[in-house]
């Protein structure tokens, strides 16, 4: 029988220059390490004495050389691309700050970015710009791993819960006063995370970035109204995420949030927002987009495929459970039916944010 394939070990990524440098001191050598978005043109490095097999760097400027020595020595580099309004191998994740910041023509960084992506060719791009748009969303994934944590332990540590609902949802909607509500109550002791937009994820973050603070400061938010004022009434944000997507037309990122994972693909934006919430996801009124949430959310829990069963609370009964029966909700209790304990049908944001701390996330095999 032929031998188990092992596991190679996993890169060590290294990101900032002091960090390279402090490790070079310590008389590392960089096999297996990964440099990402560094520039080493000044740094004091002897390419030609380092141990390179299987290092890589991931858009780091080098000196005159230093690309054919590396490579002699078993290391690959990852070229920089052209001119973009975005850095496919960022580092880091965005803030909302940096994407609403007035870039050129007028326009945001975000709306550059947005205008690029379309001029692109939007979903159908060409081989040089797909290459680019996947390296970028790999660089998020890398930097969103390095909040949330790199495996299920870290994850679970972490005690993310997600508060998903449709963009559409205006400020002054009993929907989104209850959205926000909600993340208020469980923000405090967990890490909120929204699909970053307008309408119910504005206001997940919007209460997640006052939890912890006293409920006549959330009231005085809700009351401000204006994202503006209430970032001038309340600066300091408690830690909380938002993923949004240039896929969906331009949808301004929200200004809530303090950590911002924008992707291009849609897919793996969305599957990976529901797949990093093991603490449970709150379901908000929405319309088709957060009803495919709400499924694809139950396919997960029903197979297992991140080796837990997570919560699921649904916020609304009129939403989702309409006289009738023929509501979301009575289709998601039939499909759940080996973890139906973990679907609650909640009537406002105390029963959702008790639902969610009473069902903590439960391990189950792979189906």
């Not at 748009?133 to 540590?157: C, E, K, Y």
């Amino acid at each position: 029988m032929a031998a188990a394939p092992t596991r190679p070990p996993r890169r060590r990524s290294v990101r900032e220059l002091e960090d390279l440098t402090s490790l070079l001191r310590q008389g590392a050598d960089l096999r297996g390490f990964a440099l990402q978005d560094i520039d080493l043109r000044e740094a004091a490095i002897s390419w030609e004495r380092m141990r390179l097999e299987g290092t890589l760097l991931l858009g780091c400027p080098l000196p005159p050389g230093a690309r054919e020595t590396i490579e002699a020595r078993g290391g690959t580099v990852f070229p920089r691309f052209g001119a973009r309004p975005y850095n496919p191998y960022r580092s880091t994740l965005y803030t909302p700050e940096e994407l609403c910041a007035v870039a050129g023509a007028g326009r945001t960084r975000d709306e550059e970015i947005h205008a690029f992506y379309v001029a692109a060719g939007a979903s159908f791009p060409d081989v040089g710009e797909a290459l680019a748009q996947r390296v970028h969303d790999h660089a998020i994934d890398d930097a969103l791993a390095d909040l949330v944590g790199h495996d299920s332990a870290a994850r679970l540590a972490r005690r993310i819960v997600g508060v998903m609902g449709g963009h559409a949802v205006p400020r002054d909607a009993p929907a989104y006063r209850e959205a926000a509500r909600v993340a208020w109550l469980l923000g405090s002791d967990h890490l909120i995370v929204t699909g970053g937009g307008p309408g119910v994820m504005e206001a997940a973050n919007l209460g997640a970035a006052l939890a912890g603070r006293p409920e006549a400061d959330f009231a005085r938010a809700l009351e401000l109204g204006e994202p503006e004022a209430i970032i001038a009434a309340f600066p300091e944000r408690r830690a909380n995420l938002a993923v949004p997507t240039w896929f969906y037309g331009f949808e301004p990122v929200n200004r809530f949030a303090t950590h911002v994972a924008k992707y291009f693909a849609n897919s793996i934006r969305e599957d990976g927002l529901l797949a990093m919430c093991l603490h449970g996801i709150v379901y908000a009124e929405g319309g088709a987009g957060t009803v495919q949430e709400v499924f694809m959310d139950a396919e997960q829990n029903a197979y297992a495929t991140l080796g837990f069963r997570s919560p699921m609370a649904l916020l609304g009964a009129e939403r989702w459970d309409p006289a009738g029966g023929a509501g979301v909700f009575p289709a998601l209790a039939r499909e759940a039916a080996e973890y139906r304990e973990m679907v609650g049908l909640c009537g406002g944001a105390e029963e959702a944010a008790a639902f969610i701390r009473a069902h903590p996330p439960q391990r189950a095999e792979l189906g």
